[in-house]
């Protein structure tokens, strides 16, 4: 079955533009959720939607934000960039939000902020 | 915030058993252990999962102690293509609001 896809794998933007990343998660999976991984600060969690809402925030300023539609795919949006959001932003989906069901993660966008 | 602790780096020859050893000392009686590894600029792999037992499947081994605070996974012939940084996380069983917390993880090296 086809894994969890993220469009589009690599972008350059510029600062003070926005930008959309999408994710589509496994068929079946209703939880998906971001993370940014830069070198200096790992992986970190973005946020996780679950049916469409969005239950845990990590520690990101507003200008990160998402959404999920009814069919579970994802988008996250960036307002005015930075240098600072380049990064890898990944996707993992899950089956539901137990303790029991892993995540699967997506290859990531490659962003790069110029 | 991460609630394990790793060995930032690790070699192992290509043949033998590599074991990545985590610390969970705090870890509560909901949580499970994760393991997943990271090939250079992929998205994070699944390797294995536990909560009590020890737990096998076709890549790996996943031993737990008994009182759960620490656990060691096992790569029983190890690849140069198990190159990778490995990481151990805790989750929580209770439904609702998840996230992986992510710490540095272990950098494995499989030498020839």
């Known amino acids: 079955k086809a894994g969890v896809t993220q469009t589009p794998r690599y972008l350059i933007k510029t600062r003070g533009q926005q930008v959309t990343l999408s994710c589509s998660p496994i068929?079946?999976?209703?939880?998906v959720s971001w993370y940014q991984q830069t070198p200096g600060q790992g992986l970190q969690f973005l946020f996780e939607?679950?049916?469409?809402?969005?239950?845990n925030k990590g520690n990101f300023p507003g200008r990160f934000s998402g959404r999920q539609f009814s069919n579970s795919r994802s988008e996250m949006n960036v307002s005015t960039l930075e240098l600072g959001d380049s990064a890898l932003y990944l996707c993992?989906?899950?089956?539901?939000?137990?303790?029991?069901?892993?995540?699967?993660f997506g290859s990531g966008t490659r962003l790069t902020v110029v | 915030d991460a609630k394990t602790t790793q060995p930032t780096s690790m070699d192992c020859a290509e043949g033998r058993a590599a074991n990545l050893p985590c610390n969970h000392s705090?870890?509560?009686?909901?949580?499970?252990v994760y393991w997943y590894r990271q090939i250079h600029s992929q998205g994070p792999q699944y390797i294995i999962h536990?909560?009590?037992n020890n737990e096998t499947n076709e890549m790996a081994s996943l031993i737990i102690t008994e009182d759960r605070k620490s656990s060691t996974l096992i790569l029983p012939h190890a690849t140069l293509r198990d190159t990778a940084v490995y990481y151990c996380?805790?989750?929580?069983?209770?439904?609702?609001?998840?996230?992986?917390?992510f710490g540095q993880g272990t950098r494995l090296t499989i030498n020839p």
């Open positions: 536990g909560l009590k």
């Open positions: 705090t870890i509560s009686g909901n949580e499970y």
């Open positions: 996380i805790v989750r929580s069983t209770i439904q609702g609001a998840q996230k992986l917390v």
């Open positions: 939607y679950f049916s469409e809402t969005q239950r």
């Open positions: 993992a989906s899950s089956l539901g939000d137990r303790g029991s069901y892993g995540y699967t």
């Open positions: 068929s079946g999976h209703r939880s």
